[in-house]
């Protein structure tokens, strides 16, 4: 198993372009979030979703568009970039039984510089 | 809210020199707790999962312990490349959404 894949590992942006994340997990898990990490924040979720269909914001969700079609895909898109948004994204997946939350898997992280 | 304190915030050890991290909880029951660790530019690797107070679970040279209010990890006779930042978090409760993270202990191991 590949685990939680994620691409691009590295990106820069200028302000105002769009970009999308990617993030494949191929675990058939149920569950799948996406989190940013800055330094002094430790880490904050951004959306996840619950199922393929479903999805929800998190705490930090302004800026950030998700969809999950399948079970194995959930983009994060950026739609119009700022420098605020420069961090390092992972995404994470996790198995759910009764929908209790367990254990989540992170992918290796995509680290975005926003001019 | 749930809150989650881990302590101390940095630890630097000698190798062979065994240690313990702590991280402090406060949930509205208990749902289990999580262990990760975290190398510099690099996603959390899930460690251990601990369900109920007086669990106990072992990989290598770490150790981690649960209470109905705090966790252990045990770290016995570390090497240098123990070293990295270890986070622990308590999974969402009813109607919450994330897990709950503590902002992590940085560990150091001298050779």
């Known amino acids: 198993n590949a685990g939680v894949t994620q691409t691009p590992k590295f990106q820069v942006l200028k302000t105002g372009q769009s970009m999308t994340l990617q993030c494949a997990q191929d675990?058939?898990?149920?569950?799948m979030s996406w989190y940013r990490q800055d330094p002094g924040m430790g880490l904050r979720l951004i959306h996840y979703?619950?199922?393929?269909?479903?999805?929800d914001q998190g705490e930090v969700p302004n800026g950030y568009n998700v969809s999950r079609s399948t079970t194995e895909d959930f983009p994060l898109r950026l739609l119009s970039a700022a420098p605020s948004q420069t961090s390092v994204y992972f995404c994470?997946?996790?198995?759910?039984?009764?929908?209790?939350?367990?254990?989540?898997?992170f992918g290796p992280g995509t680290r975005l510089t926003v001019l | 809210e749930d809150q989650v304190t881990q302590s101390p915030e940095a630890l630097r050890l000698q190798e062979g020199e065994s240690s313990s991290l702590n991280c402090s909880y406060t949930?509205?029951?208990?749902?289990?707790l999580f262990w990760y660790r975290q190398d510099p530019g690099k996603g959390p690797e899930f460690l251990f999962t601990?369900?109920?107070a007086g669990e106990e679970k072992e990989k290598e040279r770490l150790k981690a312990t649960l209470t109905k209010k705090e966790s252990f990890l045990h770290i016995t006779a570390p090497k240098p490349e123990d070293s990295a930042t270890y986070l622990c978090?308590?999974?969402?409760?009813?109607?919450?959404?994330?897990?709950?993270f503590g902002s992590g202990t940085r560990l150091q191991v001298q050779p």
């Open positions: 675990m058939n898990h149920e569950y």
């Open positions: 994470a997946s996790s198995y759910t039984v009764s929908a209790r939350v367990h254990e989540q898997f």
């Open positions: 601990l369900y109920s």
């Open positions: 949930v509205s029951g208990l749902r289990g």
């Open positions: 979703s619950v199922g393929a269909g479903i999805t």
């Open positions: 978090a308590v999974p969402p409760g009813t109607g919450r959404r994330a897990l709950t």
